[in-house]
């Protein structure tokens, strides 16, 4: 009798065991909800993208016309370096181009007077010789005016070549202060077009190589967020679709917007591939987002980019 007690229990544990088992079986299937929300990180650029201004030649930098943070406009000057030489040079090649263009102005003066003394001698020339010829003018007379005539037109000649060398002079001068004018122009830092001193990377007295980086500066325009989404999650992004942006560690939303831009390609990881562990060869398609009234944001912020797929 107690054996089979035993045996009844024994069955009962065993089989209480497998139901315990295939219910913790059960719970471990879990359906994840697809969500309509996908989730990527970017940074704030302007829509034209920071630009490195670079000095064109080496010296020293003297002045800093627009301080960080200032706007500009296309064609001020941001800075200019030492230049007290190239300066000099500049105006002795304007004083030489000035003698020159003197100079041809007074060959130009002096050939008009000759062409118009010429075109008298050769009128007499014509009248006395109408009159010899008909015997109412003497040989000698013919002849006097023929030899002013033709000295005339040899002075002529003469300064026809002295007026070309007096403007050959003058054009060699223009071009050489052409060419001091543009060498004084690389000692200043030129802005390429609308916008905002962002940083200088160098101070006043502080030397530079020449096409070395010495600012940042922020066209004028719109303000976007470039992000990578991988190339997992692709192809759910699209053309239009709405954006939410926060700084990252922060729930606030700083702006809004709207996606302009897709890459046509993958491309390496490479805006955010900071995290060790990472595959080298993962790729990302790049999107570009408009921001609407972005007043007031960083450029250059890591955010988290929130896109609405629905």
Known sequence: MSKNILYILFIAFI?????????????????????DVLVGIGKIIPEQQIIQVAAQSSGVLQTIFKQENETFQKGEVLAVLSNDVEANEVEEAIFRSNIQNQEVKVAQATLA?????????????????????????????????ETDFKSLQANITRLKSQLAIAQARLSSSNSNTSLYEAKLDKTKIIAPSDGKVLEWKIRPGEGIASQQTIAQIAPSGNTIVECEIDESLAFKVKIGQ????????????????????????????????????????????????????????????KVEVKISIK
Do not use: H
């Open 113 to 145: 007077e000759y062409e118009a003394k010429f075109l008298n001698a050769q009128n007499l020339y014509n009248r006395l010789k109408s009159l010899y010829d008909k015997g109412a003018e003497t040989k000698q007379n013919l002849e006097n005016a």
């Open 15 to 35: 089989a209480t065991n497998c139901s315990q088992k295939e219910e913790n079986a059960t719970e471990k299937v879990v359906v994840t909800p697809v969500s």
């Open 242 to 301: 709405t954006v939410e942006v926060n700084y990252l560690g922060a729930a606030d939303v700083v702006a809004k917007g709207k996606i302009y831009f897709l890459s046509e390609y993958l491309r390496k990881k490479s805006m955010f591939s900071e995290q060790s562990g990472e595959a080298e060869d993962r790729r990302v398609r790049v999107v570009k987002v408009m921001l609407e009234n972005p007043q007031g944001l960083l450029f250059n912020a």
